[in-house]
């Protein structure tokens, strides 16, 4: 396979694919395809994905509602707590994270999810 042909493949990907939605399948058959056009055999193995339904998400500060957007499968409750603004992800301001709705930069990883949770954190805002 050439480089342009694999940059192609990488442009024509290049959007969100959550595991389980319609997304990912759209990704998976033009892969697929992509393998036949080449003379490779390829199929699609179907497997359970666990997934979560939203149903609605509302941040509640000071009794003012702000509506935002929820994580799929991160769960969700009632959560009074301090905030804490994380603004490193090492040791030390990991501990600070015990007990408080952690406030974060960016996209929220599958390792920092990992640390926050290890960590004790209550809850989290992206």
Not at 17 to 43: F, P, V
Request: with cysteine; aromatic share 10%.
């Amino acid at each position: 396979m050439k480089i342009e042909q694999m940059q192609l493949i990488f442009e024509e990907t290049a959007y969100i694919r959550t595991g389980g939605s319609l997304e990912e399948r759209r990704c998976a058959n033009y892969l697929r395809d992509k393998c036949n056009e080449m003379g490779i055999d390829a199929t699609l193995e179907e497997f359970e994905v666990e997934m979560a339904d939203m149903k609605k998400a509302v941040l509640m500060v000071d009794g003012e509602k702000i509506p935002c957007t929820g994580y799929l499968c991160a769960g969700s409750g009632k959560v009074e707590a301090p905030l804490y603004y994380l603004t490193g992800q090492d040791s030390y301001s990991l501990s600070m994270c015990k007990g408080k709705i952690v406030i974060l930069d960016g996209l929220l990883r599958y390792w920092v999810y990992q640390d926050l949770l290890e960590a004790g954190a209550l809850g989290f805002i992206t």
